[in-house]
Structure formats: structure tokens, C-alpha cells
């Protein structure tokens, strides 16, 4: 049975992994290199739990029962009791491979490693461990204590029992699995970055202003948000690193990012999170 969660990397998605799993009676060991982010990380967790109980889609005694099973460290070695670790740090592929690397060398032999990861290679990730058959991709969606998906990747080795135990995990936190095979961008961003990378071209192209774009998908194809203000949600570092792994794996030139996304990353104008992006904050 898995009960010892550790969680690397403390931002937006990792605090989301934490608090979820955290909640359905998991004891969370929640890694970051940074004090400052792991301060962030519980405020926010702290918050969303208080949302969700005036909400009333759990009870108030949860949010206490729930923040003391997360403990927070600096140290990596924090982690090696787990049973089980997933990885959520930026999506940078020579840092994932570090941490796993780093990870395999600690962490007992018996436990499961996953990634968060978007696009990345499973069996990539993988090939940096004595343990291939123990990795697997499992990518949340974000705001992770709203959004009811989690994509879980089987790598080139990945064995039969940790698919398995993956699947009772997602269960267990009251999330649907939509399952994917080890190609670049998986289900969910191989159909949407192309979306978002096309509107950046519309607008690139002087097709429409960002809000008629927005409009014309938010309203003519009933989605919740136009795909220039996701791509802002999401980040636009973000985006355009899935854009590269798309592009890279396929060779194909319909994922080639648009020059517009490059530039306004190049720019440091990356959504939300800096203030400005295709809107301002």
C-alpha cells in the first residue's frame, strides 16, 4: 500500500499534487530547494483547502487534518522514505534527468518514481535509473485540486504492477485516467499547444486582436477560456518548451512555434506570472 508521497518541486503544480494527495490521507514529504517557495506553497495550499470548505466539498476539520500531513523540506534526502515520488519541477529535461538520477541512487529499491512532465520522454526519464520498469508518467492538469484528469504514460519499460498502482492512485484521489503511449506531448498538449501555437499565429498575422480570437473560441466553441489567455495561465515559457519537445520529436513543421511566442519569451513577458503576456495582470 502506498502511503509516503514525496513530491518534488514545491510551485504551482507540485503544490496541487501535494494537497491532493495529502487529502485522501497520504503523508506528503513536499521538496523544494527554496524556502521562500515552500512558505508560498503551503499559504496557497492552506487557501485552496479553505476554499473548498466553504464551498462545502469537505469539511472544515479537513483543512488542519490535511495541512499536517504535508511536511516540507530543503533537503532532498527528505524524501527516502516514499513509497512513492513524483516529480514536478520546471520542464527542463537535464533537470528532471538529475533528479532522478539523484533520486534512484537514495530512494529505496521497492518505490515508484513519476513525473509530472507535460511532454517530456518517460522512457527517457527512465533510461537515468537502475529502475525503468518503476517509472511512469503521470500529468496533472492544472488547477490540480479542481481539474478531474490526470494523464498517466507508460514508458518503453514501465512494468504492468506500477501501471497499476498509478491507476489506484489516481482512484484514490477521485481523478478520471486517460491513458497514453510515450510520444511527444502525450494526449492532452499534442492536441492543445498546436491550438494555442495557431491562435498565436492569428494574431501574429494580424488575423484578429487577442480578445476577438478569444472570443471566437470561448464562445463559438464553448470552452472556458480563449487560448491566448490560457496560454498566458499556463505560461508562456511553459508553452513554448512543449512547442520545442513537439517540434523536436516529430520534426514536423506544423509544431514549429510561432515567432511571436519566442519573442515575447525571449522578452521575459511570460503570462500570469510576470505580470504580462498576451494581457496584462
Same mark, same amino acid.
Not at 495529502?22 to 487557501?47: E, P
Given at each position: 500500500?502506498?502511503?509516503?508521497?514525496?513530491?518534488?518541486?514545491?510551485?504551482?503544480?507540485?503544490?496541487?499534487?501535494?494537497?491532493?494527495?495529502?487529502?485522501?490521507?497520504?503523508?506528503?514529504?513536499?521538496?523544494?530547494?527554496?524556502?521562500?517557495?515552500?512558505?508560498?506553497?503551503?499559504?496557497?495550499?492552506?487557501?485552496?483547502?479553505?476554499?473548498?470548505?466553504?464551498?462545502?466539498?469537505?469539511?472544515?476539520?479537513?483543512?488542519?487534518?490535511?495541512?499536517?500531513?504535508?511536511?516540507?523540506?530543503?533537503?532532498?534526502?527528505?524524501?527516502?522514505?516514499?513509497?512513492?515520488?513524483?516529480?514536478?519541477?520546471?520542464?527542463?529535461?537535464?533537470?528532471?534527468?538529475? +533528479?532522478?538520477?539523484?533520486?534512484?541512487?537514495?530512494?529505496?529499491?521497492? /518505490? %515508484? @518514481? *513519476?513525473?509530472?512532465?507535460?511532454?517530456? $520522454?518517460?522512457?527517457?526519464?527512465?533510461?537515468?535509473?537502475?529502475?525503468?520498469?518503476?517509472?511512469?508518467?503521470?500529468?496533472?492538469?492544472?488547477?490540480?485540486?479542481?481539474?478531474?484528469?490526470?494523464?498517466?504514460?507508460?514508458?518503453?519499460?514501465?512494468?504492468?504492477?506500477?501501471?497499476?498502482?498509478?491507476?489506484?492512485?489516481?482512484?484514490?484521489?477521485?481523478?478520471?485516467?486517460?491513458?497514453?503511449?510515450?510520444?511527444?506531448?502525450? +494526449?492532452?498538449?499534442?492536441?492543445?499547444?498546436?491550438?494555442?501555437?495557431? /491562435? %498565436? @499565429? *492569428?494574431?501574429?498575422?494580424?488575423?484578429? $486582436?487577442?480578445?476577438?480570437?478569444?472570443?471566437?473560441?470561448?464562445?463559438?466553441?464553448?470552452?472556458?477560456?480563449?487560448?491566448?489567455?490560457?496560454?498566458?495561465?499556463?505560461?508562456?515559457?511553459?508553452?513554448?518548451?512543449?512547442?520545442?519537445?513537439?517540434?523536436?520529436?516529430?520534426?514536423?513543421?506544423?509544431?514549429?512555434?510561432?515567432?511571436?511566442?519566442?519573442?515575447?519569451?525571449?522578452?521575459?513577458?511570460?503570462?500570469?506570472?510576470?505580470?504580462?503576456?498576451?494581457?496584462?495582470?
Amino acid at each position: 500500500m502506498i502511503n509516503e508521497i514525496g513530491v518534488l518541486g514545491a510551485g504551482q503544480m507540485g503544490s496541487g499534487i501535494a494537497h491532493v494527495f495529502a487529502l485522501s490521507g497520504c503523508h506528503v514529504t513536499l521538496y523544494d530547494i527554496a524556502f521562500s517557495q515552500l512558505n508560498k506553497s503551503m499559504a496557497l495550499i492552506k487557501q485552496n483547502l479553505e476554499r473548498q470548505a466553504k464551498k462545502g466539498t469537505i469539511p472544515e476539520s479537513a483543512v488542519g487534518e490535511t495541512l499536517a500531513r504535508i511536511t516540507t523540506t530543503r533537503d532532498v534526502f527528505g524524501v527516502v522514505a516514499s513509497d512513492f515520488c513524483i516529480e514536478a519541477v520546471t520542464e527542463d529535461e537535464a533537470l528532471k534527468l538529475e +533528479i532522478f538520477a539523484k533520486l534512484d541512487e537514495m530512494v529505496q529499491p521497492s /518505490a %515508484i @518514481f *513519476a513525473s509530472n512532465t507535460s511532454s517530456i $520522454s518517460i522512457t527517457r526519464i527512465a533510461s537515468v535509473t537502475k529502475r525503468p520498469g518503476k517509472v511512469i508518467g503521470m500529468h496533472f492538469m492544472n488547477p490540480v485540486p479542481v481539474m478531474k484528469l490526470v494523464e498517466v504514460i507508460r514508458g518503453h519499460a514501465t512494468s504492468e504492477e506500477t501501471f497499476q498502482t498509478a491507476k489506484t492512485l489516481v482512484a484514490k484521489l477521485d481523478k478520471e485516467v486517460a491513458v497514453s503511449q510515450d510520444y511527444p506531448g502525450f +494526449i492532452v498538449n499534442r492536441v492543445l499547444i498546436p491550438m494555442i501555437n495557431e /491562435a %498565436i @499565429f *492569428a494574431l501574429y498575422e494580424g488575423v484578429a $486582436s487577442a480578445e476577438d480570437i478569444d472570443n471566437g473560441m470561448r464562445l463559438g466553441t464553448n470552452q472556458p477560456m480563449g487560448p491566448l489567455a490560457l496560454a498566458d495561465f499556463i505560461g508562456l515559457d511553459t508553452v513554448l518548451a512543449i512547442a520545442n519537445v513537439l517540434f523536436q520529436g516529430f520534426k514536423d513543421t506544423k509544431y514549429r512555434p510561432c515567432p511571436l511566442l519566442v519573442k515575447m519569451v525571449n522578452a521575459g513577458e511570460l503570462g500570469r506570472k510576470s505580470g504580462r503576456g498576451f494581457y496584462s495582470y
